[in-house]
């Protein structure tokens, strides 16, 4: 299944609301979210295993799913780093 990496960001000033929002709507996403509130960066990254990008923009809290930025990542092993150097080369 497609792994997504959800990107929310937010100000200072509505760092409160934000995780109000998340105690509020979303606890369910915290075994998978890192905050980087308390380093001063006031945004959250969670991943989620999801059929496709609006499956995984429904896992968010509802007045986060619009602001989220919603991306569709993989790892790549030795092998499949090679075949995409050998077809950028090529």
Not at 13 to 19: E, F, I, T
Not at 40 to 54: I, K, L, N, Q, R
Not at 60 to 83: G, H, N, S, Y
């Amino acid at each position: 299944m497609p792994q997504y990496l959800v990107e929310l960001a937010h100000t200072e000033a509505d760092c409160a609301r934000a995780l109000e929002t998340i105690r509020t709507y979303g606890l369910h996403i915290l075994n998978y979210t890192w905050f980087g509130c308390m380093a001063g960066v006031h945004t959250s990254w969670a991943t989620f295993e999801a059929e496709d990008e609006p499956h995984a923009r429904f896992a968010l809290p509802p007045p986060m799913r619009a602001q989220a930025r919603v991306v569709e990542v993989q790892k790549f092993t030795p092998d499949r780093i090679q075949q995409i150097l050998g077809f950028h080369k090529g």
